[in-house]
């Protein structure tokens, strides 16, 4: 037997449904862009349904792209055999625990170490009960999911030790399987096989303040507090000193998703940006958030992508996608050390590194890189390198694993009372008390969304 399929006849298509508690629409965050982009990718070899909990005006020629409330995902995820979700989707509809549907969990976002930031405008009371209850909500996908995606190497080691913690590796997976890579994966954000070609001019020549002829650095998506673009503002301040050409472009300010607030660091960027008389004629805002289609004018309008975050444990974890759409278009980067990329960016050459909150040291980077006689050549590299992240390829191990699905070995010890249930509830009892002083469930979790 050539173990090939019989002439004329079909293979089997996995019923795969991928669900995202973010906004899929013309303007879309990185969850979002994530599900659409695992929909594609699947579609080659699966059947697939996407979904959004939250809103949705997207379509597909392939696929159903689908809003909807809780009735109709219970239709949707009794028709699946693979469910993929990522964020709150476990705890919002707990009764999907109960189903026997093959799990797929996209822990991509650390989100209880996202979280040791943005909530800290919270009361230490409210932000001690919040990362306890979102590394509970981490914990139930770790112990339920057949499988499990995350965004590098580095992830994989971090999540690995909170799957140890919870009993995930056991004898049984790692009898299957001593790498566990049958259980978790390394799946990162993508970018789009196709070359990025630009189509319109979106900032240089059609932005008050911003000429053709400007060299334009572009801070590619949202100010979220985590990140330090403050520094960036002192760098920049130091800079059209020397160069008055220079401008410095954020992309987005405003989340296309309502329910998550701007950030304090939002408004701090704006703030200083306004007291170093930078705004509009050297930094320039959009406060608005770029549609995903159309963002590839305004990153070719740039003639380098920046990052600057601070040191801290969300940094050392962090997975920054804007810096993908920066590989896509060929931009040289100048980023902060301290996370995934920075490693990446020194080897392959593909810009610069600085330390953590040092202005000069950015600025002499920023201008090095951005008046380099060979920023034709990192340009290029940038754009080879990047081709390693096309979401083909950056989808595989998702994609084999949809063609092929199957329960994890412990499976069956999972789903029993004493291996799951007891757990969840020593949890429930501990968090009863303060969600009934709190705001409602709903609304944390859409205020919580992963921001990437």
Known sequence: MSGQPEKGAELRRTRVLVVTGDVLGAKMA??????WEMAKALHAVCEVRLVSTQSSTLQHADFPVLEVDEAE?????????????????????????RTDTIIVADIY????????????????????????????????????????????????????????????????????????????????????????????????????????????????????????????????????????????????????NPDVPAMKMAAETMRLADELGLTDKHVFFNTDWVDYEDRVNYLLDADLGVSTHF?????????????????WAGLPIVATDGDTFADLIREHRLGAVVPPEDAEALAEALETVLYARDRAETSARVREFGRTFIWSRALRPLI??????????????????????????????RHTAFWRRSESFRQFVRRALPAR
């Open 30 to 35: 990185g969850p979002a862009i994530r599900a």
């Open 73 to 97: 995902l219970k239709h949707h995820v009794d028709w699946c055999e693979v469910l993929v979700f990522q964020g709150y989707t476990l705890s919002t509809f707990p009764w999907i625990r």
């Open 109 to 256: 976002d650390p989100m209880h170490l996202e979280y040791l930031e943005q909530g800290k405008d919270d009361s230490p009371a409210a932000r001690a009960k919040w990362t306890e209850y979102i590394s509970e909500v981490l914990n139930v996908q770790l112990e339920l999911a057949d499988y499990l995606l995350c965004a590098s190497e580095k992830q994989r080691d971090f999540w690995l030790g909170q799957l140890a913690a919870v009993s995930r590796i056991n004898p049984l997976n790692y009898e299957a399987d001593p790498s566990l890579r049958a259980l978790i994966d390394v799946a990162p954000f993508g970018i789009s096989e196709e070359p990025a070609v630009q189509t319109r001019h979106a900032i240089k020549g059609v932005v008050p303040g911003i000429d053709e002829g400007d060299r334009v650095i572009l801070w590619g998506g949202g100010v979220y507090n985590w990140f330090d673009p403050l520094t960036l503002l002192r760098a920049v301040a130091r800079l059209v000193e020397r160069h008055p050409e220079l401008r410095l472009y954020f992309l987005g300010v405003k989340h296309p």
């Open 311 to 327: 040191e801290h444990v969300e940094t050392a974890f962090s997975f920054r996608t804007r810096i993908l759409d920066y590989l």
């Open 400 to 429: 084999e694993f949809c063609t092929s699905p199957r329960h994890a070995e412990d499976h069956a010890l999972r789903r029993s009372p004493v291996g799951k249930e007891a757990r969840r509830s020593v949890g429930r009892l």
